[in-house]
């Protein structure tokens, strides 16, 4: 899919909580072995931190790279699966603390792990087909796994924003994107149900990588690419050996994707798993490198976006934290703390 006008990315952001609890703990809390968990740690939000902080923190980083006052934009959308309201919408709130309110369009949108790219498409449309000179994409999520479940383990908090408009003031060229989608349930929780549940080894094929390596094949046949081309490839990570293997599936060298691999450090963000990559990415990248981002949401689908980088990238980079610095600014907390946090004792 490509846009009628040419636009890209004109200014990105991110936010990640500095809480974080070792796998360690998890494991030993549980009666596991503490040398064999998925990732070393993982961010926990603080007890007044939740979705809609996050992506406000991140809309705000994404608006001083930008350099646009907030009533130009044209849309607010906020993809998540764990806003703090089960009716009320969390992108009216970030509209509003960031000064883009009324006349504006604001709406959450959903997929799993992939509402953030969701939201991009979208955004990408909107902009590109010249209904609004500006939209704000924002992938976030504060996930949860029930106690001793393997999800636990990963289920972490943070989010990116990304800001969408004319090519002339892109940071990231965009060049096209396209969607996988199946009916393949992986990963869901119902209504009332406080902890999500997933198909376990499901969840790798044919649902994850059978949805990434498509999404990927499909969007460079038709920029006439190939994944390995690309400078940069970024793919969704609910843990770090998912997206390894999914490279090598794909061809793609290893020191590729390293960049944008930040779930090592700090778990499995979800909504804003692809989005926090793709920030990471642009913290690095430099101009005329290409970059190609791939997420993933159980259900299931993915969605893959080509983008180059602009002479651009270098005069704002350095205009708000980068998430290597949000990364490394972490207070280490014990398990009965991050319980209390994330309020798993239910009385």
């Not at 199946?182 to 080894?201: I, V």
């Amino acid at each position: 899919m490509k846009t009628i006008k040419d636009i890209g990315i004109v200014g990105y952001g991110a936010y990640v909580p500095m809480y974080r609890i070792k796998n360690s703990d998890i494991a030993r809390v549980w009666g596991n072995d503490p040398n064999r968990v998925p990732v070393k740690e993982k961010s926990v939000p603080g007890p007044d931190e939740d979705a809609c902080t996050i992506a406000c923190e991140a809309s705000k980083n994404a608006l001083l790279r930008a350099k646009i006052n907030p009533q130009s934009l044209g849309a607010v959308w906020v993809g998540t699966e764990s806003k703090p309201y089960a009716v009320k919408p969390t992108s009216t709130i970030v509209a509003e603390v960031i000064g883009a309110t009324p006349n504006i369009n604001a709406a959450d949108w959903e997929f799993a792990c992939k509402a953030g790219t969701e939201a991009l498409q979208g955004a990408l449309g909107y902009v590109g087909s010249g209904m609004s000179n500006y939209a704000l994409a924002i992938g976030v999520d504060t996930a949860q796994g029930q106690p001793a479940d393997a999800l636990e383990y990963t289920a972490a908090a943070g989010g990116s924003a990304l800001i969408v408009g004319p090519a002339s003031e892109a940071v990231a060229h965009y060049e096209g994107s396209c969607s996988f989608v199946t009916d393949t349930p992986d990963f869901w929780r119902r209504q009332h149900e406080h902890y999500p549940k997933h198909a376990s080894r499901f969840t790798g094929m044919p649902a994850y990588f059978y949805h990434i390596t498509n999404a990927a094949k499909t969007l460079c046949s038709e920029l006439g690419t190939e994944p390995n081309e690309y400078d940069y490839v970024i793919l969704h990570q609910p843990n770090t050996k998912f997206p390894m293997a999914a490279a090598g599936m794909l061809g793609v060298d290893k020191e590729k994707v390293i960049p944008g691999l930040i779930a090592p450090y700090i778990g499995n963000t979800y909504a804003g798993s692809a989005v926090l990559g793709l920030a990471a990415v642009f913290d690095v990248a430099k101009p005329g490198e290409r970059v190609l981002c791939v997420s993933y949401g159980s259900g299931a689908g993915s969605d893959a976006f080509s983008f180059t980088m602009t002479d651009r990238i270098d005069e704002v980079r350095n205009e708000a934290p980068n998430v290597k610095s949000y990364v490394g600014r972490r207070v280490s907390i014990d398990y009965a703390t991050y319980a209390r946090y994330r309020q798993k004792i239910r009385m």
